[in-house]
């Protein structure tokens, strides 16, 4: 693991507080995601759409984060069985963080708005579906963050740190929260009105 910088986070209450621990380009990458789904979860959790802006997020192993307060106070809610997870807060919903749903492939994408100090993380180094002509979309700095993604969670799990996460139960491989599953319809309305 690089040396980086600590960097509190907390939920808009203040209720949920943390460290994103060693943050720098070794340990993570910092990028922008304009996918309709990240757009969708920000809307589900009262948000606004931040269209034609991205969601940031930063991308490391749940090893990297430490639990202040109110850890018990996540959710976890997911837009299909197979879907990635979305933590909110359960006190003011504000979006949290992204994993996916086997703990052994150690990745989390921390929301950088819940971070006091983002700039911290330096450049954004990767965009992902970046709207395009006749909606498409295109990607840049792909291999960054595929690669980085790739790298980390194979180390974790070769030492055995993909244990050290505070999101799942890593005996039954079960998140810590119950996954609320939204419905067909609703996640079908949230993304007509982000067409």
């Known amino acids: 693991m690089g040396r980086g910088t600590d960097i ?17 380009p070794a340990n993570g990458t910092h990028i922008a995601c304009h996918c309709v789904d990240c757009r969708a979860a920000m809307v589900y959790c009262d948000q606004p759409d931040p269209a034609p802006d991205p969601v940031p997020l930063y991308q490391t192993t749940p090893a990297q984060l430490r639990f202040d307060s109110g850890l018990d106070r996540l959710e976890v809610f997911s837009f299909g069985p197979k879907n990635i997870l979305r933590w909110r807060a359960g006190c003011c919903g504000a979006p949290m963080l992204n994993t996916l749903r086997n703990p052994k492939i150690s990745f989390v994408g921390l929301h950088t708005q819940r971070l006091t100090a983002p700039e911290a993380l330096g450049r954004l180094r990767g965009y992902a579906f970046v709207p395009g002509a006749q ?11 595929v690669w980085g993604m790739i790298k980390r969670s194979l180390l974790a799990r070769i030492t055995g740190r993909w244990r050290e996460t505070p999101l799942f139960d890593v005996t039954t491989g079960q998140p810590i929260a119950p996954i609320q599953l939204v419905p067909k319809d609703a996640r079908k309305a949230l993304l007509k009105r982000l067409r």
Do not use: D, S
């Open 135 to 145: 909606g498409r979309t295109k990607h840049t700095g792909t291999a960054t963050f």
């Open 8 to 24: 509190p986070f907390g939920c808009a209450c203040g209720t949920i507080t943390g460290t994103l621990l060693a943050a720098c």
